[in-house]
């Protein structure tokens, strides 16, 4: 199997949106332990895998805003698009409980293989992207599991995650998804803020207006759930950005 580290959709359309799905697939390329990273196809499955709907949201959710949009095509625990190159979670070794028998002995050198072949390449066509409009902002997409193993409920059905670098988006997008009724987490279930980052290396760093949006995964595991939300959140992001005068 040849590398294919991202693909898009729609490059040419006209929306100041980027819509960003760093964790889109749960392919392993076949050079990375044979296609396999050892554990079972269950896990790879799960959320630690891959973010489970997050294509098919931003998939949908480009076509409505006529956005472009990108899709890492390689599974998270490869080597995680929405991690610094100097993470210490880029390689992930334990996830929920799961072991990583490929990333457990992965060296230096496996890491630098992964970044120039995969990491590197996906982030070089994001910024192609973002840098397309002079006016870009950038909505990433992602999903969340319910519950972690030993760990509550999750009681969101939408999480909105931002920055206290960059507030222009993020509070006015958690009241609009609340002010429609849903169970929404404002920096919920994880930090808006992470340094290096996608959403800090292509949106902080250039000024860019951003909101990173997660979507609780049972809620978008189907074709009809993905359209569903695709359509609820579409509006609500066009009418926040509008009001934002931005």
Not at 236 to 242: E, F, G, P, Q
Request: aromatic share 6%; proline share 6%.
């Amino acid at each position: 199997m040849t590398d294919r580290p991202f693909w898009t959709e729609g490059e040419v359309r006209s929306s100041r949106w980027l819509i960003t799905c760093d964790h889109a697939t749960n392919r392993v390329p076949d050079w990375v332990g044979g296609g396999r990273l050892g554990i079972a196809e269950a896990d790879m499955a799960r959320h630690i895998a891959f973010d489970v709907g997050a294509a098919g949201l931003a998939s949908r959710l480009g076509r409505l805003l006529e956005a472009p949009a990108i899709f890492s095509d390689f599974s998270r625990l490869v080597i995680d698009p929405n991690r610094g190159e100097d993470d210490p979670t880029l390689l992930m070794r334990l996830y929920d409980g799961t072991v990583i028998p490929a990333n457990k002995l992965a060296d230096a050198g496996e890491r630098m293989r992964r970044l120039d072949r995969l990491h590197r390449p996906y982030h070089a066509a994001l910024e192609r992207l973002a840098a397309r409009h002079p006016a870009r902002c950038i909505c990433a997409v992602h999903s969340f599991t319910r519950q972690l193993r030993g760990r509550p409920p999750r009681p969101w059905q939408v999480g909105i995650l931002y920055s206290h670098a960059d507030a222009r988006l993020g509070p006015a997008m958690v009241e609009a998804c609340r002010d429609e009724g849903w169970i929404t987490g404002e920096n919920q279930p994880y930090d808006g803020h992470l340094q290096g980052d996608s959403i800090d290396r292509h949106a902080l760093a250039h000024g860019r207006p951003n909101m990173l949006i997660e979507v609780r995964n049972d809620l978008i595991a189907t074709p009809e759930g993905q359209q569903l939300w695709a359509e609820r959140l579409a509006g609500v992001i066009t009418r926040v950005l509008a009001e934002s005068g931005l």
